[in-house]
């Protein structure tokens, strides 16, 4: 694992120190120091680090050492979702018994509240039902007084309290709730009521028979002065003032996540089953293509990655797109890559939207035949082709040829003597073949992997065929260079063929996908 997770840092403890600190096992890809909402620093942090191999030696290395006078825990940091990942015991959690011991009013609360429904004076009867006197009563009324009617405003009531707290997440110790207001009453009746305490916040919901309302306050002495108008009167109804349950707060919380966290899966899953797209973010900036597609290409064949490069620096924005062949796929690598570490970084993998076609500009006015052949022609120019390597148009030969013997090219195809124009050309052809050939060899161009269909392409590097005569090499520069920065050209003294590299991977690519099959003077381009 690339990612470690350092506890018991020094309370002075900077990003920068951190960095130092760790700086000599290897290059870090991302220091991130935790923090209380107040800015309180929680003394533990997360390094990450290029490669798991520098990560273990500085575990290694630096565990149970000193920080100034705080010794340091470091271990490996858990994937997101891990089921073996320890559970939270920090005080600022709320689940944790630290956070228990630190607060222990909402304990007292809780267990002087059991809950709300608990205080309702329905329970209150319920619970007197151990009286023998009662019993009676009950046995002797049961005839003239339904009990089906208590049974359905218990339900009304627990209906009303639960919509109440639907929704409601987070610190409650400046909430109260309070029952028995009238079904008709509004906002305004209850912040009078109140007065002269602020209240920050309400949420009413009523029935048939009356409403409830959850009301915060923006300090706990508020809350304090409001619970001791506990019982009295607001338009003829007696009002009961309770603090919330914690543990009814706090169950409902963890249900309404977990619930939200379901259909928002569903909700991705099934967006990404539509498009076969994901979009990857808080990748390293040191990341690659390469890196990418080794990481994704074991859940099924890629279409299309595109890792999004700063024109400024040529490094990882931090953020790639992958595009999978079939979206079951993209499904997979979603399921098994979301929360993972790469790189020292977390990875968080969101659904890709679907890719917009955008109509070439230089098909505009054409038939529909010619517009659909060369939108076909574009959307398979980066498979392989079936031409040769250095693949030379007729034209063009005959136009170099012409150029180098001093005459028209008229008088090349004219076929005059015994030898035909055809002949002529088919010499001039292999002629600038063997030229070029030599050209690119001297230049330290291996020729022969081409012939190898197995061979790995480059993302990088473009040959372009099928140019016209009498080509410069800065025009064809300058066309390349208005999608990205053109590394080296390389092009013989025909200038009939030339090969091209790009800065970086993602230029590339776009300059590819733009340009092949465009036309540059008087003829498409081929590009491979």
Sequence with gaps: MSRLIVKGLPSNCTEEKLRNYFRSFGKITDCSLKYTRDGKFRRFAFVGFETDENAQKAREHLRNTFMGASRLTVE???????????????????????????????EEKTNRIASVEHSSPLTKKMRNESDKKFHDFIEVQKNAVPITSSSNDESSNTNLIEELLSGISGDTSLSLIIRGLPKTVKTK?????????????????RNSIEAVAFVTFFQESDARKALQRNEQFLGGSKLEITRVSSNQVSDRTEDYIHKTREAEVEASVGKILETGRLFVRNLPYTCSDEDLRYLFKKYGEISDLQVIISKKTGQCKGFAIVTYVFPESAVAAFSALDGSILKGRMLHILPGEEKREVEDIGIVGKSVFQKTKIAKLKKDAGKSHSWNTLFLGANAVAETLAEKLDVEKSDLLLGQGEISAGVRLALAETRLVSETREYLLANGVCLDVFS??????????????????????DELKRMFARHGPVKQILMPLGGVTAILEMENSVDAQKAFSALAYSRFRSQPLFLE
Excluded at 78 to 102: H, I, M, V
Excluded at 197 to 202: A, D, E, R, S, V
Excluded at 452 to 473: G, Y
């Design 452 to 473: 190898r269909p197995a061979a790995k392409r480059s993302n990088t590097v473009i040959i372009i065929k099928n140019l016209t005569a009498k080509v410069d090499v």
């Design 76 to 106: 490996e940091c858990k994937p997101f979702g891990d089921e073996t990942k320890p559970r939270a015991w920090s005080k600022y959690a709320k689940e944790s018994s630290a956070y228990k011991r630190l607060h222990p009013e909402e």
């Design 189 to 205: 009746g209850i912040k009078d009521w109140f007065s002269p305490i602020k209240l920050k916040g309400m949420k009413i919901v």
